[in-house]
């Protein structure tokens, strides 16, 4: 995620002030472990806002950030980014299970096919 994220309080109260309705974007959920230590990633292709206010972690987790996305492809790819980044390096990760496409998109991690690419160069340069 670019730009100055500022960890908000995950309470649905919060959640309706600061993030608009109907749009559709990704999210970290987390704990304040002197500073913000990733728990969660996860997106809603349809309505940010609802997903976070309603999320079934909100008792485990004391915060997030968010990025709102221009389209449900837009989302997957960027909570595919997300999912890789925290992958190897968070091991509290709740969410081991790599992030679906949207239904019926038939798109693929662009991450995962990097490497499936890179995989296959290498096998054939040895």
């Known amino acids: 995620m ?17 993030v608009e309705p109907g ?12 500073g913000f230590k990733p728990g969660y990633v996860g997106r809603s292709d349809t309505d940010l806002q609802r997903r976070l206010a309603t999320h079934n972690h909100r008792d485990e987790f004391e915060y997030f950030i968010f990025r709102y996305a221009g389209s449900p492809e837009e989302a997957f790819r960027l909570e595919c980014e997300l ?15 790599h992030p679906d496409a949207p239904s019926g998109s038939g798109l693929e991690c662009p991450y995962c096919a990097f490497g499936k690419d890179l995989a296959a160069l290498l096998r054939h340069v040895s």
């Not at 670019?2 to 600061?18: I, K, M, T, W, Y």
């Not at 974007?25 to 304040?32: A, C, F, N, P, T």
């Open 23 to 34: 749009r559709s974007g990704v999210y970290v959920l987390g704990r304040d472990e002197r």
């Open 83 to 97: 999912w890789h980044a925290h992958e190897e390096t968070a091991s509290g990760m709740l969410n081991r299970i």
């Open 2 to 18: 670019s730009g100055p994220f500022v960890p908000h309080v995950l309470l649905p109260q919060v959640v309706r002030r600061v």
